[in-house]
């Protein structure tokens, strides 16, 4: 279909004369001759209808138009009328259905329009509202009928109809709408007469937009506030929320002007900024995309967003700017469910899910942007220079045995033969399709078409002559599989098959019912055709003007499944070479905006069982993006599947594990556990994976091999048993054809960039170059392996010797899990090491069965063929995420080894550090090292031996100086003693608050009050005692005795004070000191007739009897000596002294002491008439009766307590 734009625009003739118009231009931007409308005022709206080419018109006058317009003839007027309104359109817009138009004008009055039999307008309802209608949107609820037509009564006497309804009742009538005005009004009306107000606003409203999923009517007002209202099925409304959007100052009275849906549930809005707001409504989340960050430097600062519009089929979103930018975004992420979630459940969008794809330059400030209803053709209105088509070119490419053509530019091929060098191509046409055959192409425009001749021998090519043709697809056959060259070509409603000179030789014809063929295939002597209706005919065209159709036509779609054409759109289609099998690729349609987004199935057609039978990729997390059948071998299959990127809100959900016992402290941020997550995910940087299918009537579709696509491999071309074709990649697949100067055409020397690569498959790597018979063998071998039929597999191949045979079976082993036939296949490669690992893996098992299944023996057979990406998943399956995680490791993938120890081997997370630290260190890149070691917890040693070994000393010491560990500050202070750098080294152990180290420099060095001073402000008792044994080496024994002290080591101070006499300060360290030593001092002192301060010694070191022993000894002398009063008085004292201190002792003594020491005591205090205190005395010492006669005696009160303590036990005798 030709893609068409209509321009309202003014032109001025020679005269000065203005003639207002509506232009029409095609996709190449070609103004279409003798296709204007004119009127004497300008059109101020227009609405395509939504099924036929018909353009509806709104004019300044009040006037409303139809036109119909055709590119071959003059447009032609099937309706006009200028009667119902009387000033300018405002709004003018089409049901779905195209059953009806709505329109309004700036007086308030809003007109509804029925198409009748003969496809004009008449007015069926008319209503007035005060000010200018300026929005105007269609409700998307439940089909509302008269009760006629049903039978049943609904709201305000109209009726609902159900799903159950046919589709020919449902066109008849149209939704309900709403309406809005500058006065801030909201009405809501339908074509049956209902016109009801249901909101009145503050300020008036610039967008109204119908959120179909959630049925919910979107306002957007000039005061900026964002309202949602749930609309009922009987059109009544409910605010949901009102939100004030934050937009700059100087758009406050023009309002929001652009915008547009960009998704289900989420709006792009153009607010004259930098960026582009994208409001989630479905998640209730805003966020935005920056000029400046897609586009970079080409950004003028003072540019600002002036229009925004989105293509539901490619997912573009296309913004203009101030400054002329045009920029496009694609949305990458999947598909959202929002029939049945709720806000709470829906994954929000977020900037990272939208890929900036093109860029380019109008000069010209962006009025308005406009998508076409097919794929990739946007229109940009500007300022000063009208109207520029932008439109995608698809780079096709194509191979057929040895002739490959690739597409470099718009209109320029690259043609190589024979893998040969390039040979560029003007085609001088703008190309929209290619097709290729083994000696000879075509390329095509949509409306010409050439033909080339390739000359295999000669390598050179031969240009026919251009063919008009109004093709949709196309194939081309030479005479390599039929008896005649044939071009195939779809138009309208049949495959024309016409030779090289465009002559028409036969025609395939398609019914209405069976739609219109869309897409065509040829592989030998069979092409498949498919219809827009999902019908699918194979034909045998081997005799071209005799074609032969093979079976009954065919249906992919099946309205009772999810495979029907509301939900699907086909976007590809392969057919194998026998003819049997067509395999389909397709779009699913999702949501009310019928967004595209690639299926993730393979669906292949089985022509002898009638049926579809489909591979699901969504187990890969992937989607297929291209298919080819092999031309020689019905059964294999390729298809390129493009990685699902997931919503990044999805993985930064994600709980991070919470660290272990030893990890105390360190948490774990929700970014580096997403990025954790995706080191994990074996398959996270593959964005193409490659998958080898074969395909049968009674096996269905079983893989057998997949690998990733990886640089220099760009998109694959062609399946050639052994051999799969890729072209080079490149860095735009997607050019515009005015992305450069000139209208977008690539220099003269771009073919010599495109290269064509090749992989060998993995059955046949070594033996790729074999005859047809050995290629047969191997087919069937790869064939049987993928069934897990080994010994047929075997029987295939046991002529052919070739260790990769073995190899190939022994890979095979690791998904079918034979250990046994995985030995005998180690045995015929020769892979000593391999076998040996095995045994080992199987004995360690089979000591400790509960250590994992046998399926982590099946992981080292693949360790050892080199499958890691089976090894890991088995690794996966079974839990053994240590050997997981040494796998990584040996394998050199850190991060993946580091995620996997971060999130399930945390066992291992420092020893996984401290390898990955090793490894960097290997190769020079320290800084990362040390990092690694820290994580690790052995930076205390290894990044000193690190930085020492490499000379780095400077470095070493700016990293000690950093660090708080005490152990490496000293290790490093001690390294500058050393050298004798003592200012830096006592820095260091200051630090580290070693005061010892610092005190014995300072020693060192002869500075003795600094030392007195570290050790007074630390308090540190190992400095003190070194401090003390410099001052007792110096002489200073005063000094050194009270710097022992401090030290806590008083029997140094002791021996000094006792070697020079000094016994006070004996006496005041003696008190400090330990038993032993107070008793030894106690000696000391009574040797000294110091009896006093011997008996304190005694009794604080824990010797009473000696201390009693003394003090009785001294107290008895007062008796002896009676001759001379002076000695008398002296010995008197020393007694009262005594006395003193006994009665101190006394009060100390307890149960626990022996009966004779407190009997003695007590006698000691009846002699100084200590009565009560003796009687206690004998008490403890259980002498009952000694202490009641004292009561007596000496008329002591006996209380309550000493009663108690008086009355023995009846197994002691008073």
């Not at 997370?909 to 052995?938: C, M, P, V």
Request: glycine letters at 6%; hydrophobic letters at 40%.
């Amino acid at each position: 279909v030709d893609q068409i734009v209509a321009m309202a625009c003014t032109t001025v003739d020679e005269s000065d004369k203005e003639t207002n118009q509506v232009l029409f231009a095609n996709a190449e931007g070609e103004i279409i001759p003798k296709a204007s409308i004119t009127h004497d005022v300008e059109a101020t709206v227009f609405d395509w209808h939504p099924v036929e080419r018909v353009l509806a018109i709104g004019w300044a006058d009040g006037m409303v138009s139809c036109w119909t317009i055709d590119v071959r003839i003059r447009p032609t007027s099937s309706f006009s009328n200028s009667s119902q309104h009387t000033s300018t359109i405002s709004v003018l817009k089409w049901n779905p259905m195209g059953k009806r138009l709505v329109t309004g004008d700036q007086k308030g009055t809003v007109c509804v329009w029925a198409v009748d039999s003969r496809g004009s307008l008449n007015p069926i309802r008319q209503y007035k509202r005060k000010g200018e209608i300026s929005t105007l949107i269609f409700c998307l609820m439940p089909i509302r009928l008269p009760s006629e037509a049903l039978g049943q009564k609904g709201a305000a006497g109209s009726a609902v109809v159900n799903k159950a309804e046919p589709s020919s009742v449902k066109v008849s009538y149209s939704p309900s709408f709403f309406f809005g005005t500058d006065k801030g009004s909201i009405i809501y009306a339908d074509d049956l007469g209902h016109c009801t107000d249901v909101q009145q606003l503050n300020s008036p409203i610039d967008v109204m937009m119908f959120f179909e999923e959630k049925s919910r009517l979107i306002i957007i007002t000039r005061a900026f506030l964002l309202n949602q209202y749930h609309v009922a099925e009987d059109g009544k409304v409910s605010r949901v929320s009102q939100v004030k959007l934050s937009v700059p100052p100087d758009i406050l009275e023009k309002g929001i002007k652009s915008i547009a849906w960009a998704g289900p549930g989420l709006l792009a809005a153009a607010t004259e900024e930098k960026i582009v707001r994208l409001f989630d409504l479905a998640a209730d989340e805003t966020y935005n995309l920056s000029l400046v960050g897609a586009l970079g430097d080409i950004v003028d600062k003072k540019d600002k967003v002036t229009c925004v519009s989105f293509s539901a089929i490619d997912r573009y979103l296309a913004v203009g700017t101030q400054a002329g930018l045009v920029a496009i975004w694609k949305f990458m992420a999947q598909p959202r469910d929002l029939s049945k979630a709720t806000t709470a459940e829906v994954l929000a969008t977020s900037a990272m899910d939208w890929e900036i794809i093109f860029r380019y330059n109008l000069q010209s400030c962006i009025l308005q942007l406009s998508w076409h209803g097919g794929r990739g053709t946007v229109a940009a209105v500007t300022h000063e220079d009208g109207t520029f088509i932008l439109n995608e070119s698809i780079m096709h490419a194509a191979m057929s045995g040895d002739v490959t053509v690739i597409q470099v530019s718009s209109v320029e091929v690259s043609l190589h033969i024979a893998l040969s060098d390039p040979i560029l191509i003007n085609t001088k046409i703008q190309i929209k399709s290619l097709a290729v055959g083994r000696s000879c192409f075509v390329v095509s425009s949509g409306k010409v078409a050439k033909i080339y001749r390739v000359d295999l021998q000669l390598q050179k090519y031969e240009a026919l002559e251009t063919i008009n043709t109004n093709s949709i697809a196309m194939a081309i056959a030479d005479l390599t599989s039929l008896i005649e060259e044939t071009w195939f070509v779809a138009e309208a409603n049949v495959v024309k098959i016409n030779n090289f000179r465009g002559t028409q030789k036969g025609l395939v014809s398609f019914s209405e019912a069976e739609g219109v063929p869309e897409f065509l295939d040829i592989n030998g002597k069979f092409l498949a055709i498919v219809s827009s209706k999902g019908c699918i005919k194979i034909i045998d065209v081997h005799t071209p003007t005799k074609h032969k159709q093979q079976g009954s036509a065919g249906q992919f779609f099946n309205p009772k499944s999810a495979v029907n054409a509301e939900n699907l759109k086909i976007r590809q289609v392969r057919v194998n070479c026998t003819g049997t099998r067509v395999a389909i690729l397709a779009d699913q349609i999702g949501g009310a905006m019928k967004v595209f987004h690639p299926d993730s199935h393979l669906y292949i057609y089985d022509r002898n069982k009638g049926v579809i039978v489909s591979y699901d990729f969504l187990s890969w997390k992937r989607s297929p993006v291209s298919v080819f059948w092999d031309d020689t071998d019905d059964r294999m299959i390729c298809c390129e599947a493009l990685r699902n990127r997931q919503t990044v809100t999805d993985t930064v959900k994600s709980k991070p594990m919470a660290p272990s016992a030893d990890d105390k402290g360190s948490e774990v941020d929700p970014a580096t556990a997403a990025r954790n997550a995706a080191a994990v995910d074996a398959d996270a940087e593959n964005e193409v994976e490659v998958f080898l299918f074969f395909a049968t009537s009674e096996h269905g579709i079983f893989m057998q091999d997949s690998f990733p696509r990886k640089f220099p491999n760009g998109p694959m071309i062609s399946l050639s048993v052994p051999r799969l074709y890729f072209r080079s990649a490149v860095s735009n697949k997607r050019q515009s054809d005015d992305e450069a100067e000139g209208g977008g055409a690539a220099p003269a020397n771009s073919s010599t960039a495109v290269k064509i690569y090749s992989r060998v498959m993995r059955d046949f790597v070594g033996m790729d170059d074999v005859n047809e018979t050995a290629k047969s063998a191997l087919l069937d071998f790869s064939f049987n392996l993928t069934l897990g039929k080994l010994d047929e597999a075997y029987r295939s191949v046991k002529a052919i010797d070739s260790p990769g045979i073995w190899e190939n079976m022994a890979q095979m082993c690791v998904k079918t899990k034979r250990l046994d036939v995985a030995e005998v296949c180690l045995g015929n490669m020769g892979h000593v090491r391999g076998a040996a690992a095995v045994r080992e893996a199987k004995k360690d098992f089979e000591k400790d069965p509960t250590n994992g299944s046998l399926d982590v023996v099946v992981g080292v057979l693949a360790i050892q063929l080199g499958l890691l990406d089976d090894a890991a998943r088995i690794f996966r399956e079974v839990g053994r995420y240590d050997m997981l995680n040494r796998l990584f490791q040996a394998a050199g993938m850190w991060e993946k080894a580091i995620g996997t120890a971060t999130n399930q081997d945390r066992i291992h997370l420092k020893t996984t550090h401290y390898q990955y630290a090793k490894h960097l260190e290997s190769i020079g890149r320290t800084d990362e090292a040390i990092e690694h070691y820290q994580l690790s917890n052995n930076s205390r040693t290894e990044v000193p031996r690190m930085l020492f070994h490499l000379g780095r000393v400077d470095e070493l010491g700016d990293y000690v100086m950093k660090s708080d560990d005490p152990a490496l500050l000293k290790w490093w202070a001690a390294y500058l003693e050393s050298i004798e750098r003592f200012d830096k080294a006592k820095k260091f152990y200051n630090k580290a608050e070693d005061f010892l180290s610092l005190v014995r420099i300072c020693c060192f060095k002869g500075e003795f009050q600094k030392a007195a001073e570290i050790v007074q402000e630390s308090g540190d008792r190992a400095s003190a005692y070194h401090f003390a044994r410099q001052l007792e080496n110096q002489g200073e024994f005063q000094e050194a005795i009270n710097f022992y002290a401090l030290s806590g080591c008083y029997n140094h101070s002791i021996r000094l004070a006792k070697a020079f006499g000094l016994d006070s300060e004996l006496m005041r360290y003696a008190v400090k000191s330990t038993p032993s030593l107070m008793i030894e001092c106690a000696i000391y002192f009574e040797n000294k007739s110091e009896y006093d301060k011997a008996v304190q010694l005694y009794h604080k070191g824990g010797d009473i009897p000696r201390a009693l022993d003394l003090c009785f000894r001294i107290g008895e002398e007062e008796d002896r000596i009676n001759s001379n009063k002076t000695k008398k008085t002296v010995t008197t004292q020393k007694a009262s002294v005594m006395f003193d201190m006994l009665n101190t002792i006394a009060q100390d003594l307890g149960a626990e002491s022996s009966p004779q020491t407190l009997a003695r005591c007590a006698e000691f205090l009846v002699l100084h008439k200590q009565f009560e205190k003796a009687i206690e005395l004998y008490m403890m010492a259980k002498r009952y009766h000694s202490a009641v006669e004292m009561c007596l005696q000496h008329k002591v009160n006996i209380t309550d307590e000493m009663v108690e303590k008086l009355t023995p036990p009846e197994s002691v005798e008073a």
